[in-house]
């Protein structure tokens, strides 16, 4: 079986758990957009269950800066300038795949190969792809 889901909005990065005298939390906006990743793929896959190892594409579409000049601009929608800003890439499939736990698939551990890219686009947002390994 193969899924796909697109994510509106600027990617967000997975923050590391925050440490305070009550204990150890996950910071709002981290909870926030995993929320919104769950409430996507329930929406629009209508909570279908991926089984056994998985793969997993993920493509982080970033706002183009408002400063950018056209040409820039222009190779920028056309993927010829890619994002080398933070987040870093790992840590936004890490919060979509963290996000999927128990909705998608039993647990992130049955992703056995994963492909992540980040580009510009004028349309912020995430596409994400599962297909079950056979």
């Known amino acids: 079986m193969k899924i796909n889901f697109i994510i509106p909005g600027?990617?967000?990065a997975k923050a590391r758990p925050r440490f305070s005298r009550n204990g150890t939390y996950t910071p709002e906006k981290t909870v926030n957009y995993e929320n919104l990743v769950k409430y996507c793929y329930m929406e629009q896959c209508k909570k279908k269950w991926l089984m056994g190892a998985l793969d997993i594409t993920i493509k982080c579409y970033f706002p183009i800066p408002k400063s950018t000049s056209k040409k820039n601009r222009e190779l920028m929608i056309q993927g010829k300038i890619r994002p080398t800003k933070k987040p870093d890439y790992d840590n936004c499939a890490k919060a979509v795949s963290d996000a999927l736990n128990e909705i998608?698939?039993?647990?992130?551990?049955?992703?056995?190969?994963?492909h992540i890219h980040k580009y510009y686009g004028e349309e912020p947002r995430v596409e994400v792809g599962i297909v079950e390994v056979e």
């Open 10 to 12: 600027t990617p967000v």
């Open 104 to 114: 998608a698939y039993k647990d992130d551990s049955y992703i056995v190969d994963a």
